[in-house]
């Protein structure tokens, strides 16, 4: 979370040093109007939180508001999806994880649209560990403890890289896909 915080810390003061740079003569200062900045997850997690805080920076720096948006769903294919479409004029950002990048057009073969063509990286925002935790009734402390208990009985699963992981260690179970 310190990697997190760091980043975002870095890249704020970054954008107010951009913002206090004079405009180009040729052109309207940017921005000169709202931004949206487009979040593919539900309200309430940690990219929401995350993208609030960093539009009221940017708010700040940029004298505009920046309007966060929340278009969960399909692995956030629908926000991705809608910012894909949106104006190339840079008033529509999407906040979202590189799974949306990298991982959803290898899973997703008919997607509407093409990361390499469709968006611009500006920044990395942080970094955020992520951890397998099981209830205290689990028999199992060690990944190795937890795939043994679940050879042993098939437990529920949804697809995603521990399904994965599991189904190459010969692990199968019922999907139940969760919203969100």
Do not use: C
């Amino acid at each position: 979370m310190h990697r997190i915080a760091l980043a975002a810390l870095v890249l704020l003061g970054m954008l107010a040093q951009a913002a206090q740079a004079p405009p180009a003569q040729a052109q309207d200062a940017y921005p000169n109007r709202p931004i949206r900045l487009v979040v593919p997850y539900p309200a309430g997690g940690t990219a929401d939180a995350m993208a609030r805080a960093l539009g009221q920076e940017l708010m700040v720096a940029w004298g505009q508001p920046v309007v966060v948006e929340n278009r969960p769903g399909a692995s956030t294919i629908i926000g991705a999806e809608f910012v894909a479409r949106s104006a190339p004029d840079g008033y529509t950002l999407l906040f979202t994880t590189d799974s949306t990048l990298t991982i959803n057009p290898m899973l997703h073969k008919q997607l509407s649209y093409q990361p390499q063509k469709d968006f611009a990286p500006i920044t990395v925002i942080g970094y955020q560990d992520l951890v397998l935790v099981v209830h205290p009734s689990v028999p199992a402390r060690t990944l190795e403890e937890f795939v043994a208990a679940l050879h042993k009985q098939r437990m529920p699963g949804s697809r995603s890289a521990l399904w994965r992981f599991l189904e190459r260690h010969d692990i199968s179970f019922k999907k139940k896909p969760a919203r969100g």
